[in-house]
């Protein structure tokens, strides 16, 4: 079993829809929490980043932690074409000279 | 600020050719580097880190190779491409609160 788990979809929504992805994890270690977009054939940039439990908000985009329950969220609120990629949740502990990477769900917003 | 630059950003090569992918860091010192490779829609494979100058771990028994000359240089390597090294190379740094950041990538196609 992995230490990240991730839905790969693909998921697709209407524009203007709010969009939930979601990761689930094992290692109770974890508590740096990123978010990545990567669009097609470009490499993964960061979104949002959290530390521990709890909910950061950025513009449209809102990441939750929930460490009791081993779950992180990302919700996008009216999506927009713009937002079509692949979102790839990563996690490690503190002082890890290694992030854990989920593999990714694709999202396409349709206009 | 900090920069990430990788090239050749697109490479297709014979089976049994050599392999030299180069990625620099700029704006800051002394950072945690990482090669990735990232199949057709699958995840991230960490291939290599390195903590530092000559300081290199590897992920996965392959015959790639990895070296870091100077302290904001990272080059991967292969004397003999195989087809199964076809994929897109992802170099990445290691900023604050563990963050990672990565390079546009480089697509190789072993032919």
């Known amino acids: 079993q992995k230490e990240v788990e991730q839905d790969p979809g693909p998921l697709s929504v209407p524009e203007g829809a709010i969009v939930s992805l979601n990761c689930t994890y094992s290692?109770?270690?974890?508590?740096?929490f990123m978010w990545y977009r990567q669009y097609s054939r470009k490499g993964p940039e960061l979104l949002m980043y959290?530390?521990?439990?709890g909910n950061k908000e950025d513009g449209r985009f809102t990441a939750q932690v929930d460490k009791s329950s081993k779950y992180i969220s990302l919700f996008i609120r009216d999506s927009q074409p713009s937002d079509s990629a692949t979102y790839l949740c990563?996690?490690?502990?503190?002082?890890?000279?290694?992030?854990?990477f989920g593999d990714g769900t694709t999202l396409t917003v349709k206009p | 600020s900090q920069t990430i630059h990788q090239w050749p950003a697109t490479l297709v090569q014979p089976v049994g050719s050599p392999l030299s992918l180069e990625c620099t860091v700029e704006?800051?010192?002394?950072?945690?580097l990482y090669w990735y490779r990232q199949a057709a829609g699958r995840g991230l494979q960490l291939l290599f880190y390195?903590?530092?100058?000559?300081?290199i771990s590897s992920e996965v028994p392959q015959n790639l190779s990895a070296s870091r000359p100077q302290d904001r240089q990272f080059i991967l390597s292969s004397k003999k491409l195989l087809l199964s090294d076809s994929g897109f190379y992802l170099c990445?740094?290691?900023?604050?609160?563990?963050?990672?950041?990565f390079g546009e990538g480089s697509w190789l196609t072993v032919v």
């Open positions: 990445a740094w290691r900023g604050g609160g563990n963050t990672i950041y």
């Open positions: 290692n109770s270690a974890f508590q740096y």
């Open positions: 959290t530390y521990s439990s």
């Open positions: 990563a996690m490690n502990p503190p002082n890890a000279g290694k992030s854990t």
């Open positions: 704006g800051t010192s002394n950072p945690n």
């Open positions: 390195s903590v530092g100058i000559g300081q």
